[in-house]
């Protein structure tokens, strides 16, 4: 079965700082991936996604994230954190229908 | 509007009590999505409709649970006599395109949710 596994439930860094939350994925093929940030009381937001045409995503907010086929990972990465990044995210694929599959989240923690 | 509304934002159900929740897509978009969000949960797909039509209802958890969009445009969720467990935050997205591997912008927008909390 296809899925996605978010390695870490909560991050915590400090401002300018790098941050790193790791996804893996299962999939039998070459799957579309993307990750999602949720502000407190906000909807989701799309931050990148990955749909096979360059393996490393550049997104919003300073964020890109890697797709590694030979260890099967989707990790998101940004060079330095800032206070505003502090959210939670969701690792996610898609079918063909669009219907979307997420990871069980990263709380992400910023301390000044 | 500009992107995807949801009402009501709070829910508060009696247990027993009947809800439902509507959602407003961006216009124009094709696909739409309920999920559901339980606390500290990443969000679980409910149903997907293209256009009017309900294309796959797998992860509605029970028959209590049901979804319409009539006029391919605006949709509700509706529960039938809420149980403490349907407790969650009830999300709605919309997409423009039909197929993923297009190519085209099937980025899905999310509104803010619904949280209902039955008591």
């Known amino acids: 079965a296809q899925s996605v596994t978010q390695l870490d439930s909560h991050v915590s860094v400090s401002e300018g700082t790098p941050v790193l939350l790791r996804c893996n994925y299962s999939?039998?093929?070459?799957?579309?991936l993307f990750w999602y940030v949720q502000h407190p009381n906000k909807g989701l937001q799309l931050l990148l996604k990955y749909t096979s045409a360059a393996t490393l995503v550049k997104g919003i907010n300073g964020f890109e994230a890697e797709f590694k086929k030979s260890e099967t990972s989707f990790h998101l990465t940004k060079p330095s954190a800032h206070m505003s990044d502090a959210a939670e995210y969701f690792c996610?694929?898609?079918?063909?229908?669009?219907?979307?599959?997420f990871g069980a989240g990263t709380q992400v923690v910023v301390t000044p | 509007g500009a992107g995807v509304s949801q009402s009501p934002r709070y829910k508060v159900a009696k247990r027993g009590q009947d809800v439902a929740l509507r959602c407003d897509p961006i216009?124009?978009?094709?696909?739409l999505f309920w999920y559901q969000q339980a606390l500290g949960q990443g969000p679980e797909f409910l149903t997907y409709?293209?256009?009017?039509?309900?294309?796959?209802k797998s992860g509605l958890p029970s028959d209590r649970f049901f979804a319409e969009r009539p006029e391919g445009s605006v949709s509700t969720l509706k529960i039938q006599r809420t149980q403490q467990e349907d407790s969650a935050v009830y999300l709605c997205a919309s997409s423009l395109s039909l197929i993923v591997e297009s190519g085209a912008n099937t980025e899905a927008f999310f509104g803010q949710g619904t949280r209902l909390t039955v008591v």
């Open positions: 996610s694929y898609t079918d063909s229908w669009g219907k979307l599959q």
């Open positions: 999939s039998s093929y070459s799957p579309s």
């Open positions: 409709f293209q256009n009017e039509a309900q294309l796959d």
């Open positions: 216009s124009g978009h094709v696909s």
